[in-house]
């Protein structure tokens, strides 16, 4: 079967072209490759190739959006039904011929861009809250809070289909501009605990690299995004460990995870030289819609950084603060045993309170936490360090989590600003200890959150994510 035959069958949204070997393959698996491996039997196409190719040979996001906007231009010569086919490229190629029409006009076509770039921060205003489609009771309960939280603040709840896969909120990136940024997920699974993953900070800290979910997952669900609102990204980046912010002035940027780096110089097949970091770094920030000195790049003690961090107002970054959680830890300790009735305190017979059993789980959680926040520290305090350089404000808040599976996870939230209220919103998960919820509602109402709620994720952060990580934001 000929190239356009093959063609003929795909849709242009999903980028497929048969190679030289005749062998259909997805352009999503060339990242980084060469565009040599992607000639056809049509000589149009081969030089729309040889066009689009900014002079390295290297395939690239920036020439695959090109591309698109190249593909969709044909397509919409005629009946614009997303198949590419013979007819089409042959019309295509007569305009070319006669000049009537010129490639680089087509490349150099504005496209339609947002008027407000996009931050996960406060200062946002959210008009839907997607999650996935599930008969999961406790998932259901989440949405039913969910939508009463919307009633109450204007924003709609929508359930998306997602197949088994909860997590959509690792499975696309809003770009500064709006447009959805698509992971590169089609890789291997023993890249899963390649030892190339595992990356040392610039001050020699440890990078907690246990990422790669969509890696060993694939692509589960289509968010239903028209193909020109669809950014193919070069690097791989998962959502959870991209945090899209603004600066003080409004200015998008962009918080990202180191392992992130790492993880793309090993599926690109890169050795780990600074210039090769450098490139990645190019590639991510132009991903994202950002020049490189709008990315921040952050060390790792967590399985993703939107476990732990999360943008306030512009110029403004929560960090976690597990010393302080100690101290709320210990003092709820404290209190609970004061006002333990003397008959309860008895431990010698065999059965144990109810009262005694929550003081155990608060003295096992107090030592992992001790030993947790001694382990992280310098690490922490490097990320808060170039996160202060970058220009952002650091808001310290109190953190408890010492694994992505720990029931007390304040960090993993959602803000905004209501349309319909005015107030500013924090969507955040209940804790295993409910007395912690008002400490810390009092803590974000400080940090200038108007309004706090707490929804009922337990379940989730027992499978290792918090209420961030089950939604899509628009």
């Not at 204007?154 to 770009?175: A, H, K, N, Y």
């Not at 302080?324 to 045993?337: D, N, T």
Request: hydrophobic share 30%; net charge negative; aromatic share 8%.
């Amino acid at each position: 079967m000929g190239a356009i035959e093959t063609i003929n069958q795909k849709l242009i949204k999903l980028f497929s072209f048969a190679n030289k070997d005749g062998k259909v393959c997805d352009i999503n698996t060339y990242y980084g490759q060469n565009w040599s491996n992607l000639k056809t039997d049509n000589q149009t196409l081969n030089s729309i190739f040889s066009m689009v190719d900014n002079g390295d040979g290297v395939v690239q996001a920036e020439e695959l959006n090109v591309l698109s906007k190249i593909l969709n231009y044909i397509d919409g010569l005629f009946n614009k039904d997303e198949v590419l086919d013979e007819k089409e490229i042959n019309e295509f190629k007569k305009q070319l011929d006669n000049g009537a029409v010129k490639l680089e006009d087509i490349k150099n076509a504005q496209e339609n861009v947002p008027e407000k770039s996009w931050s996960e921060g406060l200062d946002r205003n959210i008009s839907t809250i997607q999650l996935s489609k599930t008969s999961n009771v406790q998932h259901q309960q989440i949405v039913n809070e969910m939508k009463k939280i919307g009633e109450e603040q204007g924003f709609d709840v929508e359930l998306i289909e997602s197949g088994d896969d909860v997590w959509i909120e690792d499975s696309s990136i809003r770009r500064a501009d709006g447009k959805k940024y698509v992971p590169y997920y089609s890789s291997p699974e023993e890249f899963l605990d390649a030892p190339e993953f595992h990356s040392k900070s610039a001050r020699g800290n440890q990078n907690n690299t246990n990422q790669g979910r969509l890696l060993y997952s694939g692509s589960q669900f289509d968010l239903d995004v028209n193909p020109e609102e669809r950014f193919f990204g070069t690097s791989y980046l998962e959502g959870g460990n991209v945090l899209n912010t603004k600066q003080k002035d409004g200015t998008p940027a962009a918080v990202v995870g180191e392992s992130s780096i790492n993880i793309t110089l090993t599926l690109m097949g890169l050795e780990n030289t600074p210039e090769n970091v450098e490139k990645v770094k190019n590639y991510i920030a132009r991903d994202l819609g950002l020049e490189n000195e709008q990315v921040t790049y952050i060390p790792q003690h967590d399985f993703h950084i939107d476990m732990s961090y999360r943008p306030l107002h512009n110029g403004e970054f929560a960090v976690p603060d597990y010393e302080q959680g100690l101290v709320m830890l210990k003092e709820l300790r404290e209190k609970l045993q004061s006002e333990m009735p003397p008959e309860n305190q008895n431990e010698d017979s065999g059965h144990l309170s109810p009262e005694q059993i929550k003081l155990r789980k608060l003295d096992s959680r107090i030592k992992k936490l001790e030993q947790y926040a001694a382990e992280t520290k310098d690490i922490r305090e490097e990320a808060g360090d170039y996160l202060t350089e970058a220009g952002y404000k650091i808001v310290k808040i109190p953190a408890f989590a010492t694994e992505t599976t720990a029931l007390t996870n304040y960090m993993n939230g959602i803000g905004g600003t209501s349309t319909k209220t005015g107030q500013s919103f924090y969507i955040t998960n209940k804790s295993e200890f409910p007395e912690l919820d008002a400490e810390i509602e009092e803590y974000l109402k400080k940090a200038g959150i108007d309004k706090v709620y707490f929804v009922s994720t337990q379940a989730a952060l027992n499978s290792n994510g918090g209420i961030d990580c089950l939604t899509q934001e628009k």
